[in-house]
């Protein structure tokens, strides 16, 4: 039974090389690459950052590999993170997964019930209203919201904290603490898990977890899902700067910066053959 706990820090670009040692064979394997993109590839900001650009050169020579099929996830709307990045034979997941876009242009979308849309927007804008000042914003996830307040000062920031996690669990949706911010999710059966699981049942079929490399990596606790479903199937890494986080994946990385060495671990399998 997958449960969370400390994982261990790769600090060094040896240590990510170390990780994925005789994880792929890049001859036959077919890997499935997921990553989400705040946070993870860019900076988490209120608007789609840009990513730093060694892992935008190793995004693009990832993509063009026919043995790797590529999905980014995103909190945020398809159109959103898909006209962002604009980079072709990359899988986009919009909304964690609710709605997706294939390179041949193939779709599909979970319509969510109209009552807990409703529900998700109220909250939203009762946030907004009442508790983003100061450096404090909000996410919008579509499906579930995040509010961060890291920044505002110590002052201001229990009575914030204690506004907002009122306004979460009074619009009948799951608080998720987290350092410096707080985490609404509906009460649904519906997670970043299924949305990994049914993007690769359907471009893989019903045995894809016997015929696939799996690589999974994230920074939010929406990923956690995902890395607690791929458990004892694909190696999983959760980026964040705390020391005392318990996780569901194999490995921790420090930083978005750092996630571009975990990038050029697996592209250096590939360039590797090539000298050979």
């Known amino acids: 039974m997958a449960e969370q706990k400390k994982a261990p820090l790769l600090k060094k670009e040896e240590d990510y090389v170390k990780a994925l040692e005789g ?16 946070g993870t590839l860019a900076p988490l900001t209120e608007e789609l950052s840009v990513m730093p650009k060694d892992t935008e050169i190793n995004i693009k020579k990832l993509a063009a590999n026919e043995k790797i099929f590529m999905c980014v996830f995103s909190g945020r709307e398809l159109e959103a993170i898909k006209n962002h990045l604009k980079f072709p034979n990359v899988t986009y997941a919009g909304n964690h997964g609710l709605e997706v876009e294939y390179p041949s242009g193939k779709k599909f979308k979970i319509e969510m019930p109209e ?3 409703e529900k998700h927007n109220k909250l939203v804008e009762e946030l907004k209203e009442k ?61 970043k898990g299924e949305g990994a699981k049914m993007i690769l049942e359907k471009h893989f079929n019903a045995d894809w977890a016997k015929n696939l490399k799996i690589i999974y990596c994230g920074d939010d606790t929406t990923d956690e899902d995902a890395m607690k479903m791929l458990h004892g199937i694909g190696k999983t890494f959760r980026v964040s700067e705390l020391p005392t986080l318990k996780t569901y994946a194999n490995y921790q990385i420090k ?12 592209q250096a399998n590939y360039e590797k053959k090539k000298k050979n």
């Open 23 to 38: 994880f792929i064979n890049s001859e036959t394997d077919q890997v499935a690459l997921l990553l989400d993109y705040d």
């Open 115 to 117: 009552e807990l849309l």
């Open 131 to 191: 508790v983003v000042c100061s450096g404090a914003w909000v996410e919008d996830k579509k499906i579930s919201v995040t509010y961060h307040y890291k920044g505002v000062n110590d002052k201001l920031k229990a009575k914030l904290v204690e506004t907002a996690k009122g306004l979460i669990q009074g619009h009948g949706f799951q608080l998720i603490e987290t350092p410096y911010a707080l985490e609404g999710k509906p009460r649904v059966n519906w997670d």
């Open 255 to 266: 930083t978005v910066e750092e996630v571009g060495w975990l990038l050029k671990a697996i």
